[in-house]
């Protein structure tokens, strides 16, 4: 069973940055893609970046030029590395990915949700 352990979360001032956290763990096949997407309560989930096995990224416009996503393949890890916050980047933001368990057996899962506020 693959697992997702996020970690980087916590508080910081308008401005600062914050270093995300996101490791897969189990029997992978391969990955598809990995990513970030965050959701405030009552709110909908939604799409802060992600990036593919080839390295190809997306960033919600919200976040460009502020957050960058990276991965380390040998490690199945992403990251998200935010930098100049805004108190409208506090969420609960989560990890996700999407990829094989073996040739043809697929798979989407959540991590568990790591807290980022941001202080005015």
């Known amino acids: 069973q693959v697992q997702l352990v996020e970690s980087g979360g916590g508080l910081v001032q308008v401005g600062g940055s914050l270093k995300l956290s996101c490791a897969a763990s189990g029997t992978i096949f391969s990955i598809n893609s990995m990513g970030w997407y965050r959701q405030a309560p009552g709110k909908q989930r939604e799409l802060v970046a992600v990036i593919t096995s080839d390295g190809s990224t997306n960033y919600a416009d919200s976040v460009k030029g502020r957050f960058t996503i990276s991965r380390d393949n040998a490690k199945n890890m992403v990251y998200l590395q935010m930098n100049s916050l805004k108190p409208e980047d506090t969420d609960v933001y989560y990890c996700?990915?999407?990829?094989?368990?073996?040739?043809?057996?697929?798979?989407?899962?959540w991590g568990q949700g790591t807290q980022v506020t941001v202080s005015s």
């Open positions: 996700n990915v999407v990829g094989y368990y073996s040739e043809y057996n697929q798979f989407g899962i």
